[in-house]
């Protein structure tokens, strides 16, 4: 199995190194000071799972380089996914498989216009991964990929990754209901990052201020009620395990948001927060904490 990811981020380059180390095929489309790295020092992962480096890495801002293969990780920051959509091609052979793992809503349908439904996949990255420095991913909570077909069927080419990702040692799951996985992902992050980015903290912060940890709980309630009037079915017990999640999560975690305010990068905003109050408002469903957030974030959005 061949693997081509592009961007190689935290959530990319964490589990194509991973991948990487375990045996697969893996190749990375990257661009700036990363890719240099990576082209001339090879990839290294800080993480409490175990350090790793790998020496040699294929890495490359020219996906024609690389040429057709099974399964392209897409995980580039959304708002490079128009831009990212046009290194696909090299990439597509006849039963090539595009899974996203960006944050958001939006993706599948993005990649759906850009490759053809046949060849797209639904999926969801579970970790707290960053590059730190060039070349270098820290990783410091979480591990895990779902993803699955966008009609439910188990397919061999999913299976295959499914089967290589549990040989590299992390979680994975193969779903046969990935929307309402996409949607669980969404309002868990949307009002957790969003908090976060926000009140400038980190997770113990939110957790232990019994104010903003009833207002971060209210944030999630306003997204399930979001997803509930666009008619996707979340498990029943979906509010208890977001919080049963939230809790396990280590107190110094940040997320992506808060740390690209923080280095004074984009943010995803307009497709995070943003996106589910206009959902909302579309819907009649009131989100003033989403709202909020928004709004109060808006003018850090294209960052420094």
């Known amino acids: 199995m061949r693997v081509a990811i592009i961007g190689a981020g935290g959530v990319g380059g964490y589990f194509g190194a991973r991948l990487i180390d375990a045996g697969t095929d893996v190749a990375f489309v990257a661009r700036g000071a990363h890719l240099k790295a990576m082209q001339q020092t090879g990839l290294r992962l800080v993480s409490p799972k175990g350090d790793l480096h790998l020496p040699r890495v294929t890495a490359t801002d020219d996906p024609a380089t690389i040429g057709p293969v099974d399964i ?14 046009a290194l696909l091609p090299p990439l597509i052979g006849p039963h090539t498989v595009v899974i996203t793992f960006q944050n958001g809503i939006d993706s599948v349908e993005l990649l759906t216009k850009a490759v053809g439904r046949e060849h797209v996949a639904g999926g969801v990255a579970h970790v707290q991964a960053v590059i730190s420095e060039p070349g270098v991913i820290r990783h410091t909570a979480l591990a895990q990929l779902i993803f699955g077909e966008l009609d439910g069927a188990k397919t061999p080419r999913l299976q295959a990754l499914y089967d290589a990702c549990l040989g590299a040692g992390f979680d994975a799951k193969l779903s046969d209901g990935i929307e309402h996985e996409l949607w ?31 207002m971060l709980q209210a944030a ?22 977001l919080l049963q999640h939230i809790g396990a999560m280590p107190p110094h975690a940040k997320s992506s948001m808060l740390q690209d ?15 589910l109050a206009r959902i909302g408002d579309e819907l009649g469903v009131p989100t003033p904490i989403h709202r909020f957030i928004a709004t109060a974030l808006k003018p850090f959005v294209n960052g420094r």
């Open 72 to 85: 392209v990780f897409f995980t580039v920051k959304l708002y490079d996914g128009e831009a990212a959509c």
């Open 184 to 214: 669980l992902k969404f309002v868990r992050l949307t009002s957790l990052s969003g908090m976060m980015a926000v009140t400038r903290s980190p997770l113990g912060v939110l957790r232990d201020d019994p104010d903003l940890w009833a």
């Open 220 to 241: 999630i309630m306003e997204a399930m009620a979001v997803a509930h009037a666009k008619h996707v079915q979340l498990p029943h017990n979906s509010f208890s395990e």
């Open 261 to 275: 305010l923080e280095h004074g990068r984009r943010l995803e905003l307009p497709w995070l927060n943003a996106t």
